[in-house]
Every structure is written in C-alpha cells, then in structure tokens.
C-alpha cells in the first residue's frame, strides 16, 4: 500500500496553520510564581495566563488575536481601519466632537458607524472650536500614533519607490509668533496624472523651518527635483546646498513663490533711505493740501482727490506700496496746478526729477506684480528669462526714465532677479522645451522679441543647459536611453540619432490652447524614455508657483483653527499626526 503522500510534508493540508511556540513567547514575558507555576505574561495587556507547557499555547495564541492592545490583532487591524476613515472625512474639529459624543453615550460602540455613512458632512457644518474639549483624543492616542506611524511608513515607501523624483512645497500662515507649516509633495504617478499629499506639519519659528523639511525628507532626500517655499530661507540654514548634494540627478533649487517676492520687495523698498524719503515727502505734500483745503475756500478737492490725499497722508500697509504709489502718480497733476496757485506748497512739493522717480517706482512695481502674477497663473505670454536687460526693455517702453541708473533697479530689481526669477530659468526653459507644441521654436521665438540680435548668445546657453539635464539623466539610466538610424532621403542609412535629437527633429503637435501634455508624454514615453523621465519629474507643477497644494494646506491652519490646540497638556503631539494623516491618506487639495 502507497503511503501518506503527504506524510512529513509541511504542505498546508499535511499540517495546521499555527504559530510557533517561539513567536507567541516573544509577545509573553514567561515567568514562575510564588508556587512555582510557570506563567505567561501579555507583554501588550499585562494580562497572565498558564504558561505550562501541558497547556500548550493554543490559549495564547487566541489571546494575542483579540488584545485590544496587540498592535497587530485583528480587532485592533479593524479599529485602526475604522479611525482612518474617521480622520479622512472629518476635519480635526469633526473629530474631537466625534469622539467627545461617543464618550458620552456609553451604550454606543467606540466608533459610531451611523456617523459615517456616506454624504454625512453635519459635523462640518457645526464645526467650531468654541466648547469642544481637545482632550478627548488623549483617550485614543495610542491608535492614533500607531496609525500615523503605519501610514507614514506607507508614504515614505511609496516615495522611495516611485520610479520619478519629486516637488517639495512649503506651506506656511506667515505672521504668526509660531508659524504653522506643512510640507507638500507634489510627483506625477505612473498613471501620468499630478498628485499632491502633506507629508508633514508642525508648528515652530519660521526661521527653523528648513530644518524640519529635512528631518521630514531623510529616507527620501535623493529624490527631490525642487522645493518650493514662501519666505527667503536665513543663510544658516543652506537647503540649497544641502538638498544639491543628495541626489545624483540636478537640483533645480529652493524656489521662493510670488507671495514671498512681494515681501522680500516690501522689506528691501522700507530699508532704503531713497524710499522713505520719497515717501515722507508724498506725506508732508498730502497734509499741506489736507489743511489747506480747509482753510481756504479757494482750493475745493473733489471725491477722488479727497479720498487719494486720505490715502497718502499714512504710512503703506504691508504690501501696499503699489496702490500708494498710483495714487500719487494720480494726484501729481492736481499737485501741480495747486503749486502754481501757492508758493508755500511750490516749495514742498517734488520735483519734476522726483515726480520721474515716483512714476518710475511705480512701473517697476507694476511690472513685478505682472510677473509674479503670470508666473502664478502660468500664463505662456510669462518671459522665460527675467533679467536686467529684459527689465530695461519693458520700463523704458513704460516710462521716460534713465532705467540704467535708477536706485529702484540697483537696489531692489536686481535682489529680486537674483532670488527669484534666475531660479526659475532652468524650470522654465525644460518646460518649454518638453512642450511638444513649442520645444525650441518657443525659446528662439521669446529671444528674439526680447534680444533682437544678441538673441543667439541666449539660444545658446539655453539650448546647453537643457542638454546638461539631458545628458545626466541619460547617464543614469543608459540601459534605457536611445538612440535611433536615421535613413536619408535616398532610404540609405545615415549617422544615428539620439531620442532628443530625433524628438527636436519631428514635427511639432499643433499649438491648440486645449492640449493635455502629459498624456502626450504618457503615449510617447516609449519612444523617448529618458525625456519623459524628465518630463515626469519638471512637469509635477502646473506652474512654477504652484497652489493647488497651498490652498488645501493653508485651510488647515487659517485662522488658527489648530493653533488654540498647540498649547498646553500634551494635545500638541496629537495634533501633528492628525493633520500628517489627513494628509496621508487624502490629497493636498482637501
């Protein structure tokens, strides 16, 4: 007669499925009594059983299933899964009354599964901070760590094995003592579609704030492609070349979005003598007219005058500095007629030289809110190269004024070519390139309106650096970069091509407005793998001031709805995970 052939086989039906003694001992402290009788103790629960080896450990294993505090039992996999649902609908307001009413009701099970159903937004109608009591989450802190723990495990994995690099964007509610921030990541999935996701949040000193973008990027540091921030980074703390230096791949840089530009214009424009005096001096002209007209019944402003002296008589609010200076440049004519009337206000008032200044300063200001304006939308008509010589062109069509020796762009036009718009070249010119609308036709035709004949020095460098980026790319991946035999005209074989010469050489797609550019490279990628590998990784922002993100990770913290949280008990520690789970499992935009 044959034998069993399962006979000592480890096949699941020669045996039960079962733990080893080994691994239930591990979650057991083994111990004796006072009588001598061998114990077993939860290391999870502190809860004893008969660790006698008669009673084999069956019972054990049974328990460690269904310890609430096992990490890795079922009943604790479901409560888990539960809270993450939780966190994903609910705001964290949402999520202190829920758990605060599930408290009160002790006959309710500890997640209320009729809150949940779907459509249920009546706790995001209610929500506000006032009576809630932000303790409650002490009592599920452990579930929550470990699910912020789990996930972002998951979210670091999941980066690390993305097949392209990746955007960091900080997002911050500058204007606060302690500056809550969040730190986006922005890549395009495999599906060819832009994602976003808050990787992290906290709430510090501006100032530190690179130093937590690090912490939250250690496991990932290689892979970033270009960080976006809102406010100018403090020399101590050099991202740029700390983040230059982990990847093998180029760094496109610490870039600063439009919001920081009119700051950093803001506080350079107060720091200059220059400026404060043209300002006092718009002031001391705005008081005189303000006193006269009410004492001399020859002088009778209308609305809009009465209303532009009210305006220049203060010092300009925070980014102000554009309305106060086109609303002096509106009243200069009035001044004038008024000066020709009164000796006294002839001698306040400015000069002609002056005058020039402040309409100068004025154009300079428009043309900045312009740019920064069109770099925001993304808008085509934005120059791909901001310089001085682009500046002077521009001005000099907008107003009569030396542009070459004007303080405005000596002083501030300069810093913020330097900080902001040099920075965003190289972005923009692989941008355009990689739009197979345009490619080179669109940077030749943008120098040429711009340079006229020194466009070819441009072209030139452009047409290199794109390359560079090219050729580091293509040598880190050579297996999968290609090259092509070209036939001539007579069908005889000629030199081969590289992808990029041949996808410079093909055809552009027909410039139409409605054009979906990364499905385009979706269905080319195969032809050109190293160029779609860098159009994965420089095309994951729409624009280069990208707010999808800043917009839904702004909300989370506007008007310190999370701020009253921050303070006090050990809520705080909460509170970061929460908003790092919501992040983790939803998208930056909700």
């Known amino acids: 007669m044959k034998g069993d052939p ?65 990490p890795k039992s079922k009943g604790r996999t479901e409560e888990l899964k539960m809270l993450a649902s939780l966190i994903k609908k609910k705001s964290v307001d949402g999520l202190i009354e829920h758990f605060s009413n599930t408290e009160r009701d002790t006959t309710d099970e500890d ?19 006032d009576g809630l009591d932000p303790s409650v989450l002490k009592s599920r802190k452990d579930e929550i760590l470990q699910l912020y723990q789990e996930e972002k495990e998951k979210i670091h994995q999941f980066l690390k ?139 009778q402003l209308d609305g809009d005058v009465q209303r532009a002296i009210c305006w220049l008589n203060r010092v300009p609010d925070p980014r102000g500095h554009l309305k106060y200076f086109a609303t002096a440049v509106r009243v200069k004519e009035a001044f004038f007629e008024l000066g020709q009337l009164d000796s006294d206000f002839r001698s306040i008032n400015l000069t002609e030289q002056k005058w020039d200044e402040v309409t100068a300063t004025l154009e300079h200001l428009k043309f900045l809110e312009d740019v920064a304006v069109g770099f925001s939308s993304g808008k085509c008509e934005t120059p791909i190269i901001v310089d001085l010589p682009y500046v002077h062109k521009i001005l000099k069509d907008r107003c009569n004024h030396p542009v070459e020796d004007c303080l405005f762009c000596k002083k501030v036009m300069k810093g913020a070519i330097d900080l902001f718009f040099s920075k965003y070249y190289l972005i923009r010119v692989i941008a355009v390139i990689l739009d197979p609308r345009f490619k080179m036709d669109g940077v030749q035709l943008h120098c040429k309106e711009i340079y006229g004949s020194d466009a070819y020095r441009y072209l030139e460098k452009m047409n290199k650096d794109f390359r560079d980026v090219y050729d580091a790319y293509a040598a880190t991946d050579t297996s999968n970069s290609k090259s092509y035999e070209m036939l001539d005209a007579m069908g005889r ?10 996808y410079m050489k093909e055809l552009k797609v027909p410039a139409v407005e409605e054009f979906d550019i990364l499905a385009w490279w979706r269905g080319n990628a195969p032809f050109y793998p190293t160029l779609a590998r860098m159009a994965r990784d420089y095309l994951a922002l729409k624009s280069p001031f990208d707010h999808r993100a800043a917009e839904g990770a702004g909300a989370l913290v506007h008007g310190g709805l999370l701020c009253h949280y921050f303070y006090g008990e050990d809520i705080p520690e909460l509170i970061r995970p929460l908003v790092c789970l919501k992040g983790f499992l939803g998208t930056a935009e909700n």
């Open 6 to 70: 399962n006979a000592g086989s480890s096949s699941p039906s020669a045996i039960k499925k079962m733990k080893k003694p080994s691994d239930v001992l591990e979650e057991m402290r083994e111990y004796r009594d006072a009588d001598g009788n061998v114990k077993a103790e939860c290391n999870h629960c502190k809860k004893t059983f008969d660790g006698s080896s008669k009673k084999g450990t069956t019972h054990l294993e049974n328990h460690l299933e269904s310890c609430q505090a096992n």
């Open 111 to 129: 997640f209320d599964h009729s809150s949940d159903r779907e459509g249920d937004t009546s706790d995001e109608k209610r929500e506000n901070s």
């Open 161 to 299: 094995n993305l097949s392209c690099r990746f955007s960091l964007q900080l997002v911050a509610l500058v204007g606060l003592f302690e500056v809550p921030c969040s730190l986006v990541v922005h890549y395009i999935d495999d599906s060819w579609e832009r994602q976003s996701k808050i990787i992290s949040f906290w709430v510090d000193d501006a100032d530190i704030a690179m130093e937590y973008v690090k912490e939250s990027c250690l496991s990932i540091h290689g892979k970033i492609c270009s960080v976006l921030v809102p406010f100018q980074i403090p020399p101590a703390y050099d991202g740029e070349s700390w983040f230059s230096r982990q990847g093998s791949l180029p760094f496109a840089g610490c870039l600063r979005n439009a919001d920081g530009l009119m700051d950093y214009i803001d506080g350079v424009l107060r720091s200059e003598d220059y400026f404060r005096d043209g300002i006092q001096s718009l002031k001391e002209c705005a008081h005189y007219v303000a006193s006269k007209s009410r004492s001399d019944e020859r002088i």
């Open 493 to 502: 074989p000629s030199s081969p091509k590289s992808e990029l010469d041949l």
